[in-house]
T-cell receptor, first 116, second 115 residues
């Protein structure tokens, strides 16, 4: 099955700096890669996603890049703000069919702290 | 996007007992999933809840411990059976209401503490 590795596990930046979180995946058939933000005590919320037919996607201060050949994808947050502080999870969808269809495999998570 | 109602939001249970968590969706969805999130950890898939058939369990999770029901396309339950303190965790239901390249939504989670 799919295996997703995420680094770093913790990331501390100053307000206004950029933050980059990286993930690698193992299943070359995976074709959908979302990023979730989880604030303390709350449910994960999608912040951006990318499909395998796209190399990069941007939404204001957030961007995601995908390298299918190397099987890795990255989250980039520019001009970080204290409210960006949270746990971020990458994920990948296994392309397996049948009853495994659509399940997400998550990375280990990155605790991002943005210092004012 | 679908609205998910998960309950209870939290519970404290005695070891050896069982707890059933409910997940109600305001529209019919094909794919529903149950995840466990241990303190400070990532989300681990327990099983895929299939409508009209038995759930598909991931490695390390068994039906006797985590029986799942999916009687229709808007509702699912997860039972944590014969609980021990190691079962203390957050349990989340999730759904995807489109193809597998679409956003997954999560319930608000059930924080379970077993004493």
């Amino acid at each position: 099955g799919e295996n997703v590795e995420q680094h770093p596990s913790t990331l501390s930046v100053q307000e206004g700096d950029s933050a980059v979180i990286k993930c690698t995946y193992s299943d070359s058939a995976s074709n959908y890669f979302p990023w979730y933000k989880q604030e303390l005590g709350k449910r994960p919320q999608l912040i951006i996603d990318i499909r395998s037919n796209v190399g990069e996607k941007k939404d204001q201060r957030i961007a995601v890049t995908l390298n299918k050949t190397a099987k890795h994808f990255s989250l980039h947050i520019t001009e970080t703000q204290p409210e960006d502080s949270a746990v971020y999870f990458c994920a990948a969808t296994s392309n397996a069919g049948g009853t495994s269809y659509g399940k997400l495999t998550f990375g280990q998570g990155t605790i991002l702290t943005v210092h004012p | 996007s679908a609205v998910i109602s998960q309950k209870p939001s939290r519970d404290i249970c005695q070891r050896g007992t069982s707890l059933t968590i409910q997940c109600q969706v305001d529209s019919q969805v094909t794919m529903m999933f149950w995840y466990r999130q241990q303190p400070g950890q990532s989300l681990t898939l327990i099983a895929t809840a299939n409508q009209g058939s038995e759930a598909t369990y991931e490695s390390g999770f068994v039906i006797d411990k985590f029986p799942i029901s999916r009687p229709n396309l808007t509702f699912s339950t997860l039972t944590v059976s014969n609980m021990s303190p190691e079962d203390s965790s957050i349990y989340l239901c999730s759904l995807r209401d489109g193809g597998q390249s679409t956003e997954a939504f999560f319930g608000q989670g059930t924080r379970l503490t077993v004493v």
